[in-house]
């Protein structure tokens, strides 16, 4: 009911009966029991009468603490990917934000305007809220941060990060930014940050123009996922490529001959697996190997297929 005040001042006891199911007497009932507890409502009886709420009244702060906020957020954006629909995850986060203490309020809007995603891939894993909450509101005022990070090899070291935006990614939360000790912009996981702190120097060098922390991930991941560099050319349109190809997959780029894909493989015969399950006509540009590959697969599907079962 106090939702339905807040955002339709004037309200008719018809309405808010309708909207809540009930009727007008359990309206009446409601309104009684809110100034019971001490909410400051008007009710104005006749034709043109209704429920308001003073224009600056906001609930009560929630009773959460700034980690817990974050950590409900946090859940929040990384479930919309994965079948909650849009509208839905807007409208729950905008009445988590009504009622949050104004400093954890800011700090949630920091972070979803410097969120991203990648498509996904599995639940997602959330790290600490209080950790993700400050990179976030770093990166949204453009400040310098001291980190102290541990590397997949368990060894730790501390740095100044020029935090740009986070990205959820495979179930995993990812911070793109400049770091100070490579003088490049780097990708972090996000749970590895084991502390931080304002930088000595609080200034932020600004990102590049038209700078896309969701591409630099997907490329940077890329750049590890293997060995050897794959060029293959779809014949197929881009929309029908993009359907079967995720972003964190492969590049993709429409060609007057057709789709441009790029990646990286560890395995020839894995990648030949996968591009064989593209259900589309294609021809591998490089390199040789991936070729013989396929060649392989086919001749070994060949044999199959002219296998006959039965007595």
Same mark, same amino acid.
């Given at each position: 009911?106090?939702?339905?005040?807040?955002?339709?001042?004037?309200?008719?006891?018809?309405?808010?009966?309708?909207?809540?199911?009930? $009727?007008?007497?359990?309206?009446?009932?409601?309104?009684?029991?809110?100034?019971?507890?001490?909410?400051?409502?008007?009710?104005?009886? $006749?034709?043109?009468?209704?429920?308001?709420?003073?224009?600056?009244?906001?609930?009560?702060?929630?009773?959460?603490?700034?980690?817990?906020? &974050?950590?409900?957020?946090?859940?929040?954006?990384?479930?919309?990917?994965?079948?909650?629909?849009?509208?839905?995850?807007?409208?729950?986060?905008?009445?988590?934000?009504?009622?949050?203490?104004?400093?954890?309020?800011?700090?949630?809007?920091?972070?979803?305007?410097?969120?991203?995603?990648? =498509? #996904?891939? $599995?639940?997602?894993?959330?790290?600490?809220? +209080?950790?993700?909450?400050?990179?976030?509101?770093?990166? +949204?005022?453009? +400040?310098? %941060?001291?980190?102290?990070?541990?590397?997949?090899?368990?060894?730790?070291? *501390?740095?100044?990060?020029? =935090?740009?935006?986070?990205?959820?990614?495979?179930?995993?939360?990812? %911070?793109?930014?400049?770091?100070?000790?490579?003088?490049?912009? +780097?990708?972090?996981? %996000?749970?590895?940050?084991?502390?931080?702190?304002?930088?000595?120097? =609080? !200034?932020?060098?600004?990102?590049?123009?038209?700078?896309? =922390?969701?591409?630099?991930?997907?490329?940077?991941?890329?750049?590890? *996922?293997? !060995?050897?560099?794959?060029?293959?050319?779809?014949?197929?349109?881009?929309?029908?490529?993009?359907?079967?190809?995720?972003?964190?997959?492969?590049?993709? %780029?429409?060609?007057?001959?057709?789709?441009?894909?790029?990646?990286? &493989?560890? !395995?020839?015969?894995?990648?030949?697996?996968?591009? *064989? $399950?593209?259900?589309? #006509?294609?021809?591998?540009?490089?390199?040789?190997?991936?070729?013989?590959?396929? *060649?392989?697969?086919?001749?070994?599907?060949?044999?199959? &297929? &002219?296998?006959?079962?039965?007595?």
């Amino acid at each position: 009911m106090l939702e339905l005040l807040q955002d339709r001042p004037g309200i008719s006891g018809r309405d808010l009966a309708r909207r809540l199911g009930v $009727g007008e007497r359990t309206v009446r009932r409601y309104a009684a029991h809110l100034a019971d507890l001490g909410i400051p409502l008007t009710a104005e009886r $006749g034709r043109y009468g209704g429920y308001w709420l003073p224009p600056a009244f906001r609930l009560p702060p929630l009773a959460l603490t700034d980690k817990e906020a &974050a950590a409900v957020v946090l859940g929040l954006l990384a479930g919309s990917p994965h079948g909650l629909p849009g509208s839905t995850t807007e409208s729950a986060l905008a009445k988590i934000n009504r009622v949050l203490p104004e400093p954890v309020a800011d700090q949630v809007a920091a972070l979803r305007d410097t969120f991203a995603r990648t =498509p #996904p891939s $599995g639940p997602a894993a959330a790290p600490d809220p +209080r950790i993700a909450l400050d990179l976030a509101t770093a990166a +949204r005022d453009r +400040r310098r %941060v001291r980190i102290t990070y541990q590397s997949w090899r368990g060894e730790t070291s *501390a740095r100044d990060l020029d =935090p740009y935006g986070l990205v959820l990614h495979g179930g995993r939360w990812y %911070v793109t930014g400049l770091d100070s000790r490579s003088a490049e912009i +780097r990708v972090f996981r %996000v749970d590895r940050v084991r502390s931080l702190e304002p930088a000595a120097d =609080p !200034r932020a060098a600004p990102p590049p123009p038209g700078y896309d =922390p969701a591409a630099q991930l997907t490329a940077a991941l890329g750049e590890v *996922a293997g !060995r050897h560099r794959v060029r293959v050319l779809l014949h197929t349109t881009l929309e029908q490529a993009a359907r079967r190809v995720p972003p964190a997959a492969a590049t993709l %780029v429409q060609t007057a001959e057709g789709v441009l894909l790029e990646t990286r &493989a560890e !395995r020839f015969d894995t990648m030949a697996g996968y591009l *064989a $399950g593209l259900g589309c #006509p294609l021809t591998v540009q490089h390199p040789a190997e991936l070729r013989a590959a396929l *060649a392989r697969l086919s001749d070994r599907l060949a044999s199959c &297929a &002219a296998r006959t079962g039965g007595p």
